[in-house]
């Protein structure tokens, strides 16, 4: 019976992917799979293409994890005493910078408040602080002067340069009648440079302080396009006379480089003097070049131009009461004459 059934016998132990289409079939590497061949694509006409075994790709190498490392020894932070002593130290330096920034703040209020009163004090006038003369000298300063106080703080650089500036140009000039009295020691046909090296002594330093020096100084004070025009007249017209200094004319009371080799011929000291000062005017000429140029460069940062010192000057002119009078009283002369001339 079991002849006519389809089962096989428990006994037969048949395998069924060991049948010869089976094993043909997977031993066969022309015959294309499923991912490599579409048999409903019309575009391809033709046989199937053979099949491309591509070898597995080589998994990728684990990545060992980095080592820690501990140190063998423990770190030194110090010492109890040396940790103190930093922290006294850093204790310390606050301390200073505080006492510094509270010595500047009662500077600040002090300032403020000198400018608040001498806002809302109409009628006085400040008291006059230069020239710092002494309390027995029957004349008294002529001019009010504080840099820290009434000069903002982006030119208070520039204003003290110029005041040491000129503080340098009067002594030059005192040097210079030193050397031209040293000249006369030794040549007595000096004598006309010897007067007028005391001429410019007399002249040049008070002259220079009020010509060029206070209008620089109300320029940065008060942004004043007419003291700057002023100033710059002025100094432009000194530094010409700084470099005829500097050339040293004989006769003329300038100890610069013709003199001073001129001297040196006569006497080795007194040439020695006078080409010391003849330096000197050299380096006085070179640094009034450069102040100059850098007032000039501040003046067209603050914004000031001719028009508002010419704004500037006309107000000034007709708020002067001395101006004002002359003026009146030439309009009423005037007025008399041509009424008199018309009767």
């Not at 005493?81 to 209020?109: I, P």
């Not at 806002?119 to 006059?128: A, H, I, L, V």
């Not at 010391?276 to 460069?297: C, D, E, I, P, Y």
Request: aromatic share 14%; net charge neutral.
């Amino acid at each position: 019976m079991s002849k006519y059934s389809s089962f096989p016998e428990p006994s037969d132990d048949h395998n069924p992917f060991q049948d010869p289409s089976v094993t043909q079939h997977s031993s066969n590497t022309d015959y294309p799979t499923l991912d490599l061949y579409n048999p409903f694509d019309t575009r391809t006409a033709g046989p199937p293409p053979p099949y491309d075994a591509t070898p597995p790709s080589a998994p990728p190498q684990a990545q060992t994890p980095p080592t820690r490392t501990t140190p063998t020894e423990p770190r030194n932070y110090g010492s109890y005493g040396t940790q103190q002593a930093a922290v006294s130290a850093t204790t310390a330096e606050l301390l200073r910078k505080q006492e510094e920034l509270e010595r500047k703040a009662k500077e600040l209020e002090r300032r403020e408040r000198e400018l608040d009163s001498q806002s809302r004090s109409t009628g006085s006038s400040r008291q006059n602080n230069w020239p710092p003369l002494p309390s027995f000298c029957p004349m008294g300063p002529c001019f009010y002067q504080d840099i820290n106080v009434e000069i903002s703080q982006g030119f208070q650089r520039t204003v003290t340069i110029m005041y040491y500036f000129w503080m340098f140009s009067a002594g030059i000039l005192l040097f210079n009648f030193i050397s031209c009295l040293s000249l006369f020691c030794v040549d007595t046909n000096g004598g006309v440079g010897l007067g007028l090296a005391i001429l410019w002594v007399l002249l040049f330093a008070p002259c220079s302080f009020v010509c060029w020096y206070r209008p620089v100084y109300k320029a940065f004070r008060s942004d004043s396009s007419f003291n700057f025009f002023a100033f710059f007249f002025v100094f432009f017209a000194q530094v010409v006379v700084y470099v005829i200094m500097t050339i040293g004319i004989p006769g003329w009371g300038f100890s610069g480089w013709i003199v001073g080799l001129y001297a040196l011929k006569i006497n080795i000291a007194v040439g020695v003097i006078m080409l010391l000062n003849a330096v000197l005017f050299t380096a006085q000429a070179a640094m009034g070049v450069v102040m100059l140029k850098r007032v000039h460069s501040m003046y067209r940062q603050t914004g000031a131009s001719f028009q508002k010192a010419q704004a500037e000057f006309a107000t000034e002119v007709f708020s002067n009461q001395a101006v004002r009078q002359a003026a009146a009283s030439a309009t009423t002369s005037a007025a008399q004459g041509a009424f008199t001339g018309a009767r």
